[in-house]
C-alpha cells in the first residue's frame, strides 16, 4: 500500500479529486490531504497515518500543516536517493 501512495502522489491530478480547501497557491504543487490518501486506500486514518509518518520519516514524502489539513506531497530527491542506493547496492 505505502507503494501504491507513493504512486499515487506521483500524478495527484489524475488519482485524486481537487482539495477545494488547499489555498490556490498551494494548488498543482502535488499536495494531497491525509483524508484523500485514506479514501483511495481504502484504509483507517490511523493505518493512513502510520504509512505516511513512514513514509515521510523515510525522507520519501513532504508535508505541509495548513489550517485543521495535513497534505503530503513526494519528496523526488529522497526518492531518487533511495533509487540510487538500490541501483548501486543491491
Do not use: D
Not at 45 to 58: F, P, V, W
Amino acid at each position: 500500500m505505502r507503494l501504491n501512495i507513493l504512486k499515487w502522489l506521483k500524478e495527484p491530478e489524475i488519482h485524486f479529486e481537487k482539495m477545494e480547501h488547499l489555498p490556490e497557491e498551494e494548488q498543482g504543487k502535488g499536495y494531497v490531504c491525509v483524508s484523500l490518501i485514506k479514501k483511495k486506500a481504502n484504509i483507517t486514518q490511523s493505518t493512513t497515518s502510520s504509512y505516511l509518518a513512514i513514509l515521510k520519516k523515510a525522507g520519501l514524502l513532504n508535508c505541509k500543516r495548513i489550517g485543521q489539513w495535513t497534505y503530503y506531497q513526494r519528496n523526488e530527491e529522497g526518492i531518487q536517493q533511495l533509487a540510487g542506493f538500490i541501483s548501486s547496492e543491491l
